[in-house]
């Protein structure tokens, strides 16, 4: 199910939205390399080396990879459009990509739009940690533009954020409801079959 929902939304080709100047570059979904020069058709008629369907990660266990991977890149600088740990940095979905790869589960470089569209929305009762958080920050544009991934769930019910944002780079945001992000607060998610 979230095999087909991402590849509809990639068919159009993914386009990375925000940093100075709009739209920069376009993502090849089956190979997730960028294409820095000028958007242009993808051929999606070979998509056997996609994965088709991304692992659960509804386990203690693999929460745990997800934010042992999170963590490690804490004080890494925002990079607009970077992905990988070599480019110096990264942006919000970008770091959400690589997380998730790096804990293993396996899911196509996206937009943080791209990625809440291909999500099962959850109420906040519902969420785990490793789960995604959409924002909706910018009101001149439609859409999520901003993701983070639920760090910690505490005691009191209070919900810390790791993210990567332009200020800050790869933070976490404790008690992030109580705050700015509280207020731009579009959806929970989870990338699941």
């Known amino acids: 199910m979230l095999y087909n929902k991402l590849l509809s939304t990639l068919k159009e080709i993914i386009i990375e939205q925000g940093g100075p100047g709009g739209l920069r570059y376009a993502v090849e979904p089956t190979t997730g390399k960028r294409?820095?020069?000028?958007?242009?058709?993808?051929?999606?008629?070979?998509?056997?080396?996609?994965?088709?369907?991304?692992?659960?990660?509804n386990t203690s266990e693999l929460s745990?990879?997800?934010?042992k991977a999170a963590e490690s890149q804490i004080g890494k600088p925002y990079v607009w459009g970077a992905e990988e740990e070599s480019e110096g940095g990264f942006d919000c979905s970008g770091f959400v990509h690589w997380t998730y790869n790096q804990a293993g589960i396996s899911i196509p470089r996206g937009t943080a739009q791209t990625y809440w569209s291909s999500s099962e929305k959850l109420d906040?009762?519902?969420?785990?940690?490793?789960?995604?958080?959409?924002?909706?920050?910018?009101?001149?544009?439609?859409?999520?533009?901003?993701?983070?991934?639920?760090?910690?769930?505490?005691?009191?019910?209070k919900i810390d954020m790791i993210h990567s944002s332009g200020?800050?780079?790869?933070?976490?945001?404790?008690?992030?409801?109580?705050?700015?992000?509280?207020?731009?607060?579009?959806?929970f998610g989870r990338l699941d079959n």
């Open 124 to 157: 906040k009762s519902k969420i785990k940690v490793g789960d995604l958080i959409f924002f909706d920050a910018d009101s001149s544009r439609s859409g999520v533009d901003h993701i983070g991934i639920v760090h910690k769930i505490n005691s009191d019910g």
């Open 35 to 57: 294409d820095i020069d000028e958007p242009k058709s993808v051929n999606f008629t070979d998509m056997t080396n996609v994965t088709k369907s991304p692992i659960s990660y």
């Open 167 to 187: 200020g800050d780079g790869v933070n976490i945001e404790k008690d992030f409801l109580s705050g700015y992000y509280g207020g731009v607060l579009k959806d």
């Open 64 to 67: 745990n990879k997800i934010i």
